[in-house]
């Protein structure tokens, strides 16, 4: 049946031997060929995937809502009519060649297209591997977060990386599918790649320390994306965790990038993660002032503060003589550490304090230094003008007269 009608087609397209008549049927050709595959076949197409998406049931009909979730319909439709257009303005081309009597040429050009299929094939199956592990990627992403959306031990930061890494396996995978489909030899790949791995290696030490130090991170946890953190002498807000870089978003604007590498190689103190935080703040009281009384004073203005919490307790207790005064330290705790939460703390506790001892006639004294001169030298004696100077010497006024 099928041979016949390519004998009916040939002798009829090939009845044509005129110049008018070829010249004729080639515009008609060419007009159908512009109203199928413009016009029909993406027409068709759409209505046959709509009818199938509106006549499917079951398990069949999840599978393709499933699939509608995870990825758009436009993009696999869109293929299959261009696909369909193809084959048509192919056919279109065949019929042309028939008219103008040039059969030979478009079986010679057959034949080539011929030797072409089995590796059209392997495009398709290219296609097709790499499609479907775009897919089989976003339902892997759903897969994950239904599975870490019930645990509070991983972050969506964590989920992330997660999926980023089965990604790439995924990739991987089908990389390597792809060049065994195409027949490539990996031995030498693999050989080339570990002399290439060897020669970057060598050359991204850092980078590579970088991106080690990122994962283990990313998995031990030591801070979460903002926290307040200070790690070597960079402290600020955590921004970003990334598999190269961590950024901290300092106190004063300034966004401070720093390599994983150092952030494995730093002293890391993480400030808010326990959800309280002890704050330090010494005050002097003069040495005629009884230091008990002071403590007692100031630890009860301190537990006022609305944001000193009371539960740890705060405490003061002296700690040192000073070479003004007796030192007493204040310590207290403060919820939800903040760097607002801290200095209002620290502000309100200066504030009532202060305000306290001078109520109760407490001196907070400033530095004091006693001056003397040595005994040999006479000492020192004060003249009119207030001017210390050495005994012993007289100080000449313009009269002549000296004081003594």
Not at 124 to 134: D, K, N, Q
Not at 154 to 183: A, D, N
Not at 235 to 262: Q, Y
Request: hydrophobic share 45%.
């Amino acid at each position: 049946m099928t041979l016949a009608f390519v004998q009916v087609t040939r002798e009829f397209l090939g009845s044509f031997t005129t110049t008018e008549a070829r010249l004729v049927a080639t515009t008609v050709l060419l007009l159908a060929a512009l109203a199928v595959a413009r016009q029909l076949v993406p027409w068709l197409t759409r209505r046959g995937v709509a009818a199938v998406r509106n006549r499917a049931t079951g398990p069949t009909a999840e599978a393709i809502d499933a699939f509608s979730e995870s990825f758009p319909w436009r993009t696999p439709i869109t293929v299959l009519i261009r696909g369909l257009q193809l084959v048509v303005y192919a056919l279109v081309g065949l019929s042309l060649f028939l008219v103008w009597g040039r059969w030979s040429l478009a079986m010679g050009l057959f034949a080539r297209v011929s030797s072409l299929v089995p590796h059209l094939g392997r495009l398709a199956v290219t296609f097709l591997l790499f499609f479907g592990a775009y897919v089989g990627a976003e339902v892997l992403r759903d897969l994950i977060h239904e599975m870490t959306r019930e645990t509070e031990r991983v972050s969506p930061h964590h989920e992330q990386i997660i999926f980023r890494m089965v990604q790439l396996s995924l990739f991987t995978l089908v990389g390597f599918s792809v060049l065994t489909l195409w027949q490539v030899d990996l031995s030498g790949l693999f050989v080339g790649a570990g002399f290439l791995g060897i020669v970057v290696g060598l050359a991204a030490r850092q980078t590579i320390g970088s991106l080690v130090a990122g994962v283990v991170l990313m998995f031990s946890r030591p801070f979460e994306i903002g926290d307040w953190v200070e790690i070597g002498d960079q402290e600020g807000i955590v921004t970003e965790i990334s598999i190269i870089t961590t950024r901290l978003r300092s106190f004063d604007g300034v966004d401070v990038a720093i390599p994983n590498d150092k952030v494995g190689d730093s002293v890391v103190r993480n400030l808010s993660q326990e959800g309280q935080l002890r704050l330090r703040l010494e005050v002097g009281v003069d040495y005629q002032t009884d230091p008990q009384r002071a403590a007692e004073l100031a630890l009860e203005t301190i537990e006022d503060v609305d944001a000193i919490v009371n539960n740890p307790a705060p405490n003061v207790v002296p700690t040192t003589f000073g070479d003004s005064a007796v030192v007493l330290e204040m310590r207290f705790w403060i919820d939800r550490p903040t760097p607002q939460h801290k200095w209002r703390a620290i502000r309100g506790a200066i504030y009532e304090v202060k305000s306290a001892f001078e109520a109760e006639g407490i001196k907070i004294p400033f530095p004091q230094r006693e001056l003397s001169g040595r005994a040999e030298t006479g000492g020192f004696r004060v003249v009119e003008t207030g001017v210390e100077e050495p005994a012993g010497e007289a100080r000449s006024d313009p009269a002549g007269d000296s004081d003594t």
